[in-house]
Structure formats: C-alpha cells, structure tokens
C-alpha cells in the first residue's frame, strides 16, 4: 500500500509516499481502507522534531493518528462492528490506504468521509480538556483560540454540556465562531477588558490552545487561581502552576458522543480545505501557519 513516511526529522520535504506492507489488526483493533485523513497540528510537530524529548518516535515513521474509512478487517475481540461498516476514528500512521485503528465510532449516514477524518484527535482533545479543567454546567469557560479543530470541538461540547464558551479569534472568524455558539472577541491587548464586560459575572475556567503567551493573563481572567487555566499547547505553563495535557485517553465514548451529537444536528467540523495524499507535505505547511478555520483533511482515492 502507499502510505506517508519520513526517516529524519525536518521541514515537510521529508515526506515522502512509499510502498509498505498493508497492515494487519491486533485483538482489539479494526483495519479500515482510508477514505480520508485529518491533519493535525502533533503530526508537524513529531514529523520536525520538536516533541522528542516529550514523544520518542523510531525512525522512520509514519503520519496520522485520525481517520475514516471502511473496515476490511477486524482483530480478535472486537464486537459491534464488522467488515463493511464505515467508522472513523483514531490510529497511529493514518496517512496511508490502509490504517489500523484502536478506538472508533460507526460514521453517521449524513457525515461525510472527509468531515468525519478530523473528528477523532479534536474530539478526544476536546473532551479530555473540558473534563480535566473542573468546569460544570453554568459556568462560563473562556477558549483562548477558539477557530480550529480543537476550539470547535470544545465550543460544541461545552454547549451540549450546558457550559457557556467565550473565543478568541480573529475579527473575520467571529461569524464561525457565534455560529458553534460561543462568544467571540479579539485577541491580543486589553483582552481581560474584553472578557469582563462579555461575562460581568466572571470567568469560572480558561483554556490555552494557541499557545500564544497568554498563561499568566488566563490565570488573572480566572481570578487568579492557575488551576483553572489548563493548556496544550505551552510546555511552560507549570511554571505559572498551570496544568499541561498532552496524554491522550480513551476516547471510544467521546467519539460515539460526537456522532450522536452530529445526527442530532448539534456538532460539525468543516472542512477548510482537502488535499490528495501526495501533497500531505503542503497540508502541513497550513497548518504549521496556524490560522485554520475547522479542519484539513487528506483524501484517499
């Protein structure tokens, strides 16, 4: 099969398509023929090597941890599914004809395969991030970059959840962003002044996901209580005594809570724009510039 490799760390250059052997699944696992890929911002990051210290990969090595598809092979123990079922969900080196996946959920009718690609990595993030900040139902959560994937997917799950959203993008997003049902304002100076007269009653929770140097001005807009303020993006929030989140849970609820969610017309991710599997290294290139709106998806003909 033709699958995504790299075997050094750098630029996107160091990707390239090449023939290995199809994978086979392990108890537990599904393997599916990938229909389409979502491009996230770990896989340029691991692909540079920016995140060796904190994620030793053996080279070389694959690309993508999302996808959807249609399974052609099921591993020992898996119950609910069968061949033939599409599913989405996550893996490890998706970018390729044929992935394996650990966790999935059936893909709904009216989801396309290109939309449900980038669901599984900004749903998993979205949900583990929500639940390890403490915010409840009621409160007022402020997402501090609030237009990709992982905003998105926050803002829905949050008002599913009955947690009011405030996020920051830039003014043209603004219209996105009230259309998932957050608030939005501006980044940049003056933010706290922003915040306040949007939510007078105070901001229970913050949610770094640009990663934009802002960990100390999240903690003031909570308050000034650092364990309210939680990111995935800046390896130096401890320092302000901010928790970090970078270890992925299980998502196999949160997945089959997106689809339902999705069928009952309360959760989308769009796609901002699709590429052909042998221009994975531009994809990564726009998402590396980071001003993504939804998702980018790599499609598998």
């Known amino acids: 099969m033709k699958a995504v490799r ?3 760390y750098g630029g996107p250059e160091v990707l390239k398509i090449e023939e290995i052997d199809v994978p086979e699944p392990g108890p537990g696992q599904v393997r599916i023929a990938v229909r389409a890929a979502g491009v996230n911002p ?6 540079a090597g920016y995140m060796r210290e904190m994620m030793p990969i053996p080279l070389p ?3 993508g941890f999302d996808a959807a598809g249609v399974i052609d092979a099921v591993g020992d123990g898996v119950s609910g599914v069968s061949v033939g079922d599409a599913v989405f969900g996550k893996g490890h080196h998706t970018m390729a004809e044929y992935a394996i996946l650990q966790e ?7 989801l396309s395969f290109e939309e449900a690609a980038g669901f599984a990595v900004a749903v998993e993030t979205a949900a583990r991030i929500i639940d390890q ?7 007022t959560l402020l997402v501090s970059g609030a237009a990709g994937g992982v905003g998105s997917a926050v803002i829905q799950l949050a008002r599913a959840a009955g947690i009011r959203t405030i996020g920051t993008a ?7 962003l009230r259309s998932l049902g957050a608030i939005p304002t501006t980044y940049g100076p003056g933010l706290a002044g922003r915040v306040a007269a949007l939510a007078p009653e105070g901001v229970q929770a913050a949610l770094d996901i640009a990663g934009s140097g802002i960990i100390q001005e999240l903690v003031a807009i909570t308050g000034g209580d650092p364990s309210r303020v939680l990111s995935i993006t800046d390896p130096t929030a401890p320092q302000h005594g901010v928790k970090t989140s970078f270890e992925p849970t299980d998502s196999t609820q949160a997945l089959a809570g997106a689809a339902a969610l999705f069928t009952a017309g ?5 796609v901002e724009r699709t590429f052909p599997l042998d221009r994975i290294a531009a994809a990564h290139e726009l998402s590396a510039q980071g001003h993504v709106t939804g998702r980018l998806v790599i499609t598998i003909d």
């Not at 770990?42 to 692909?47: A, G, H, S, Y």
């Not at 309360?266 to 769009?270: D, E, G, H, N, V």
């Open 6 to 8: 790299f075997h050094s």
């Open 42 to 47: 770990i896989d340029w990051k691991l692909r």
């Open 61 to 63: 090595a694959g690309s």
């Open 104 to 110: 999935w959920a059936l893909k709904p009718d009216g």
């Open 133 to 139: 900040v403490g915010v409840k139902r009621g409160e």
């Open 170 to 176: 830039s003014e043209p997003k603004h219209a996105y």
């Open 266 to 270: 309360s959760f989308t991710l769009p």
